[in-house]
């Protein structure tokens, strides 16, 4: 029970593999850029290709010290985390 999916070419170049099995699948919904800007396929992964790097605008507070510190930023993107 396995489909293959039609990827962009973007997605292939990243070598995302195009066939799935059907419990993985979901009916796709279109991304509401009002709610959620900047969410584009470019940034689904980071596999080999470090041009589409996310670029943070600025860091909002810090907790923590050295790794076990937890940022929160705002990306270029617009996305607050």
């Known amino acids: ?9 973007n997605l292939r170049r990243r070598g995302i593999h195009d066939v799935f ?4 699948l979901r009916i ?4 509401d850029d009002r ?3 900047g969410r584009l396929d470019s ?3 980071e596999l080999e290709d470090r041009d589409n790097e996310w670029a ?5 507070s ?3 010290v050295g790794v076990d510190a937890i940022f929160e930023v705002i ?3 617009g996305d607050r985390t």
Request: glycine residues 2%; hydrophobic residues 30%.
């Open 1 to 9: 029970n396995s489909y293959k999916l039609d990827l962009s070419s």
């Open 21 to 24: 099995h059907s419990s993985l």
């Open 28 to 31: 796709h919904e279109p991304n």
């Open 35 to 37: 709610l959620f800007p």
């Open 43 to 45: 940034q689904i992964a």
């Open 56 to 60: 943070i605008d600025r860091i909002l």
């Open 62 to 64: 810090h907790k923590g």
């Open 75 to 77: 990306w270029k993107s």
